[in-house]
């Protein structure tokens, strides 16, 4: 087919030209051509980030359950404000599912903040049920580094299971098990006052230190090595 | 190589920048696609594809983040050939393209390859289409050879085809001694017009007879880059400038130049640099005097002393020792910051000629032609490129904006020399409606 007005042959399917947009005269002498891109759909001209993503229902649903919390627990004159727990493990969950499950940072990156968001939960049961909880210095003497325990444990045992088809985890129980010392650190500081989890968090994340960079040095050395290049 | 053992590569001097500037829409992505005389077969294709990557181990990877750079892992997987999507130069994600950073799809007779220009430049995605073909044709049972123009899946791989040639072509100076100006633009005509929603690009594909335009560019005395170049700067002005009555302004083409032909090398990686061509827009402006200003640039700009001069001013900033010692997130945070406010407005189209493909004799009875389409963005809303394959030279225009006035006025200029046109479009800027009812 020929556009009369723009003197030039239109080689797909087509009933305008690309270029004027004026209708194209039919050939009937012409062989059938084919459209030379994939057929538009109302679904490709859609905006591409949808607003209906799982997220954002768990956002909306959270939201909702939240002010229903409030409502009971404000509406029934409780004394203790348990909705803002509520709202902080519903918070947890939104983030959880954005940066752990659908991201794709380290795990060691992921379990740090997995770490922080339980930290700050406990420090909010902790102001909630003030009245309740008599030891006020627990989350940091106990809590904290039975946190980071189970995680850099955690860590550890899935990165011995899949060393073999994943080294990148070598690095990030590496990185993970450094965060084992804050809890001494912070007892150093004077902020902790009951030394023994510290320490036993601290022997812990040594112990497996010292065995990844005992059994799995090589793998490890590779993966610094590309991770670290500058 | 202790890269290479251990399954890794660094990014090349070029390919670092590209991964920290894709955005949420945006990628530096290029497309080229292959008209077959027959639909694709796409299972074989599948398989062609499969046989064809162990060939080419520097584009079989996934890019990482470390934690100063970017780096590409050898990937495990096999990569999949896709329906193509009715939006072109789509962003390559890990879940839309299994972590490979190319993407091979199909339509019909058309086979499109994107490719993440982090991956590859044109020459290394080119080589490996060859070979892509050449596979694909030889499951098909078709009496094909490569004519040592394509780099067979048995043929050894030399390990000189994943260097980053940058590298190797460097030579140290002096801080002082760097031309750092050149690669700084200057302000520049910005093409505006209404523009698509999202990522939508329109695309035109003008097909014209190699042979002729060839013959119409010695007519002239010039190049096809030039010819090309030329035609677009005045296509530009004649519809968007001078009906504005706009002050003088500067067009600037943003060319990239392809380094192997001057500098050895076999890379599959990235090896180019660019130009930059400017010319201020006024009515005294002929195609002859536009010839013989961008005839200038492209002689400056392609010396072998001024490009080794860029080639280390680029390495040196990779090595500057504070660049290295920033963190990766600290080096996007800043490159995304000074392109906000330093990018815009420094070239007014990217033109990308690739020249001619040297597709083996026995492809011809399979290939009707090809094409190269490049990214276009907010900051440079129309790209052109040039690819010729056998007898038929395909010049695309991409953009991001509906209206096709410069598209229209550029074949104007060709079919008043005597040209023969064949056009194609994706009609993106076609209402859905209005399509349905033509």
Redesign the interface.
Known sequence: MR?KF???????E????????E?LVPDETQEKL?????????K??R???THFTPTNIYLALSCILFVVAIAVNFGMQQPTKWCWIVGAVLMYGFLTMRNTVMS?HSAWIKAFWQIVMICLILWLAQVVFDDIMTDTNWLLDLALPIIIMVSVLTLGIISCIVVRKNKALLYDTLFLSLIGFVPLILYAVGLVKSVLASAICAGLCAAVLICVVIFARKELI?EM?????? | MSEKSAKWLRLDNSAKIFPMMADKQNQNLFDIFIRLTEDVDKDLLQRALEITIKRFPSLNVMLKKGVFWFYFEEHGGKPKVYDADPVILKKITSSNCGGFCFRISCYRNVIFADFFHALTDGTGAAEFLKSLLFTYFTLKGYPVDGEQKVMTVGSPVNPREYEDSFLTNYKKKKIGDLTISSLKGKKSYRISGIRFDNAGKGVINLYVPAKDFVTLCREHGCTVTEMIGALFMLSVYETKIKPQSLPPQDIQLFVPINLRKIFPSVTMRNFSLFSRIGVTASDEMTLESLIATIHESLARDTRKDVLSDKISTTVYAEKFLPMRMMPLFMKRLIFRISNLFFGKNKKTATFSSVGVINLPDSFRPYVKDMGLSITANNACPVTITALTAYDTMCINFTRTITDTEIEKRFTRYLTDFGMKVKVTSNFWEVDDDALQIL
């Open positions: 556009c723009c003197n030039v042959e239109v080689d797909c087509t009933r305008i030209c690309p270029l004027c947009h209708k084919s459209p030379a891109f994939p057929q538009r759909t109302a490709s001209k905006p591409l980030r794709n590779a090595e590309r991770r670290l290049h500058w």
